[in-house]
C-alpha cells in the first residue's frame, strides 16, 4: 500500500494553478447562442400578460421561449415535481424564470432582456416560515408538493423521531436546560456561477457541458423538459470552480432553460449567471429556528432531549425534505441519549427555493445540541470536554434513533485527542490570565462533537451506488471513468490512488476521464460525503475485474505475478496481439439501510464519521469584532487516503464555519434578498483564518470501505462553526443563540 495514505498531489492541480483547465465559460461552439432568464420582480404574483415581441425584434436575438414552446413537462425534477422550469400562471419568489431568449453575443442578450415586457397582479406574500405556518397565511405551496396539508398549506414536510419515554427522560434529570436557536441563509460563494451549455446533436439527442455535482440529475431533468427519453441526453461535468451543495439541485434548472433555448434554435447555446444574478436567484443554506430541551443527571449523563424545529424551504421543495431528514437524525448529536423525541418541519415561503448546502441540514441542529451542551457543563459545574467524553457514543451503544453501532465509532478518540492536541486545561488558564490583564479583550475556548451518517442512507438507498469504467491501454498504461465529480475536493486525487495502489501501477500512468454520462451508468449523486468510499468500491471492483485478466494473460506469457507491475506493458501488448478484451466495469452499492418514516427509528446510515474541534477566539469588548486566533480539529474519516487533501478539507471547512457562524449574512425583506454580491455578503478572507490550525485523523477503520475509508468533505465545515460560536460565548460571558454573530450582534448581547 504504498499510495494509500500519502500526500500525492492532486491530478488536475497543475492546469487550474496556470489557468489551463476548462471551465464551461471557456467553451465555445460553431454558431453558439447567449442566454438570459426573464425573471419575476415581485414575490408572488398571478402573470397576467407576457410580451416579447420588443425581444423578438432586437436584431441580434435569434429567438425567445415561454412555456408555451417546452415539448415536454413544464418541470424541473429535482425529488418533487411542483417547480416548472418556466413560470405559467403564478410567481412565487423573486427571480423565478418567466421567459427566455438567445442571441448572437452576451452583450446583446442582456439589452434585450430588458425590452420584456410582463404584468403581473401582485398577490400577498409571505417570507417567514413560522407565519407561513399559522392559519389564514398566504398560500405558498403547490399542491403536489406538500405532504402535511392537513396541518397547514405551506408544511412541505413534518419528520418525527420518537424513542424512549420523554416525560420519563425528564423526570429523572437533575438539571434541565433549554434554548431557542436562529441560524439565516448561507451563500456558497463558489467561485465560479452557475452554468451550462445545450448542443443538439444528430438524432434529436442533446449534450449538456456544466458546472455540476449530479450529472445524472441533470440528464433526467433535461429529458423530462425536453420529452426525450434519457438515452438521448448526454451530460458532461467541466471543470467545475467550487460547488459545496449549490451545484446539487440547481444545474437541473439552469441546463433544462439552456436545452429549452437549444432545441428550438437548433443551435448551441450557453447559460452563465453573472454573480448578482447568481447570488440572487439560486438556493442557500435553509434558515432555521431550533427550540431545544436538554436533561441530564448530576455525572452529566444525559437523560432526555426534546428538539422542535423548523426550516425555510422557501418557493419549492428541491432537496428539503432529504435535507429535513438529516437535519432529524443530526439533531441529537454524537451523544448516548435513551428518551428522544425530535419534531422537524420544512415551510414554505415566498423566498428563493433553498437547497442543498455543506452538512445539509445538519449544521443547524448542530449549533443548538453543542450549545445545549454547555449549558448542561455550565449548570453542573462541570468540564464541557468532559461532559461531551462522558456521553460520547461508543462501539455497541445506540443512536437517537436506535441504531446499534457496530464498528467504526472513533467520537471518543476525537475528544480525548483534542484534549491533547490543544492542551485544553493549560488553554483555559492562559485565556483566564489574559482575559485579567486586557480590559478591553477577552479570549474565549469552544469545543464542538459531531457525527455525520455518510452516504444518502436510507431516505434514497436507490441512489446510493457507483459505477466505473477501466481499460487497460495497449503501452500499459491505464484509463479510467467515473460518475462521480471533481468539484475541488480532491476526488480525483483519492480514486487515482485507489486505482493505482491495487493495480501496482505509477500514478501517472493512470488517466480520469472526465465526467460523461455515456461512459458509466448511473452512480448517483456526488453529495453526502459518498464520493471517495462509494466510488472507491467501484473502482476496486473494476480493478479485482481487471487483474484477473491480466493474471491469465501473465500465465500464458509465462510471466510470474510478482512480475506483472514492472512487465504490464508487455501484458498490455499481448492483449492487443490476442484480441483479449481489455475493459472492464465496476459497481458498488451501500450495505442495506432501514428506517421507520412513522418512528424515526432503524438503521438509517450504514456507518457515520465523526469529529471534535476547539477553538480559541479573541473578541474585542468596544467594537465587537471577532478573531479566530486558533484551531485544532480531530477527525475520524476512517482510512484517510491523502493526507494532503484530507487536511485541506479541513482547512477550509473550518473557515468555511468560521463565515456561517460570524461573518455572512443574507438581510430579507418581504421576500426581496438584500445582497448583490461578494461587497455585500462578507465572506471570510485569508485574514480572518487562523494562521497554522491543528488537524489530525485518529482512522478508525470502516472495514467494508476501500482501504477502511469513511467520508471527510462536510463535517469540518459541521464541527467548526460551533466550536468558533462556543468560543465566542465563553469570551463575552453570554449567551449565544443567533448567527451570524457579527460585530453588532455582539455588541447587543455585551450590553444585554
Known sequence: MTLIGAGVPRPDAADKVRGEARFVDDLAFPGMLHARVIRSPIPHGRILRVDLSRVATHPRVHCTVTPDDVPGENVVHVIYDDQPALASDVVRYVGEPVALLAAEDRESAREAET???????????????????????????????AEGRDESPNLFNRMRLVKGDVKRGFAEADVIVEGEYRTG???????????????????????????????????????????????KVRVVQTATGGAFGGKEDVPSQVASLAALLAWKARRAVKLVYDREEDVLTTSKRHPSVVRYKSGAKKDGTLTAIEVDFVYNAGAYQTLSSAVLWRGLLTAAGPYRVPN????????????????????????????????????????LGMDRLEIRRRNALRV????????????????????????ELSRWEDRLRAVAAFNASHPHRRR????????????????????????????????GSVTLAVGTVEMGQGLTAALS???????????????????????????????????????????????????????????????????????????????????????????????????DPETGL????????????????????????????????????????????????????????????????????????KVKGFTTYRIPTIRDAPPSPTVEFVEALYSPGPFGAKGLGEVPLMAAHAAIARAIAHAIGKAVSAYPLSPERVRQALAS
Open 115 to 145: 425590452l420584456a415586457r410582463v404584468d403581473y397582479e401582485a398577490l400577498p406574500a409571505v417570507s417567514d416560515p413560522l407565519e407561513a405556518l399559522r392559519p389564514g397565511a398566504p398560500v405558498v405551496a403547490v399542491p403536489a408538493a
Open 340 to 379: 428522544v423525541g425530535i419534531d422537524g418541519r420544512s415551510v414554505a415561503t415566498h423566498t428563493v427555493p433553498n437547497g442543498a448546502f455543506r452538512g445539509f441540514g445538519s449544521p443547524q441542529v448542530i449549533f443548538a445540541h453543542e450549545s445545549q451542551m454547555d449549558s448542561l457543563a455550565e449548570r
Open 444 to 475: 474565549g475556548v469552544g469545543v464542538s462533537s459531531v457525527l455525520y451518517g455518510v452516504g444518502l442512507g436510507a431516505k434514497s438507498p436507490f441512489l446510493d451506488k457507483a459505477g466505473a469504467y477501466l481499460k487497460l491501454e495497449a503501452d
Open 602 to 673: 432503524g438503521n438509517p446510515y450504514f456507518v457515520y464519521s465523526y469529529a471534535t474541534h476547539v477553538a480559541e477566539v479573541e473578541v474585542d469588548l468596544t467594537t465587537g469584532e471577532i478573531s479566530l486566533e486558533d484551531c485544532v480539529a480531530v477527525h475520524d474519516s476512517g482510512k484517510i487516503l491523502n493526507q494532503g487533501t484530507a487536511s485541506g478539507q479541513v482547512e477550509g471547512g473550518i473557515v468555511q464555519g468560521l463565515g456561517f457562524a460570524v461573518t455572512e449574512e443574507i438581510a430579507e425583506k418581504d421576500g426581496r434578498l
Open 185 to 231: 441563509y448561507q451563500e456558497h460563494a463558489y467561485l465560479e456561477t452557475q452554468g451550462a451549455i445545450a448542443v443538439p446533436e444528430e438524432q434529436g439527442a442533446i449534450t449538456i457541458y456544466g458546472s455540476l455535482q449530479c450529472p445524472f440529475y441533470v440528464q433526467g431533468a433535461v429529458a423530462k423538459v425536453l420529452g426525450l427519453p434519457l438515452a
Open 396 to 419: 455497541g451503544d445506540e443512536t437517537a434513533c436506535g441504531q446499534k453501532l457496530k464498528e467504526s465509532v472513533g467520537v471518543l478518540e476525537t475528544i480525548e485527542r483534542a484534549r
Open 497 to 595: 490512488q485507489i486505482a493505482c495502489d491495487a493495480l501496482g501501477i505509477r500514478i501517472d500512468r493512470l488517466q480520469l476521464t472526465p465526467v460523461d454520462t455515456t461512459r458509466v451508468p448511473d452512480s448517483g449523486p456526488t453529495v453526502a460525503s459518498r464520493g471517495t468510499l462509494m466510488s472507491g468500491l467501484a473502482v476496486l471492483d473494476a480493478v479485482k475485474k481487471l487483474r484477473a485478466r491480466i493474471l491469465d494473460a501473465s500465465n500464458g506469457l509465462g510471466i510470474p505475478e510478482e512480475e506483472i507491475p514492472a512487465r504490464l506493458n508487455e501484458i498490455a501488448r499481448s492483449f492487443f496481439l490476442r484480441n483479449l478484451d481489455p475493459a472492464v466495469e465496476g459497481w458498488a452499492h451501500a450495505e442495506p439501510v432501514d428506517w
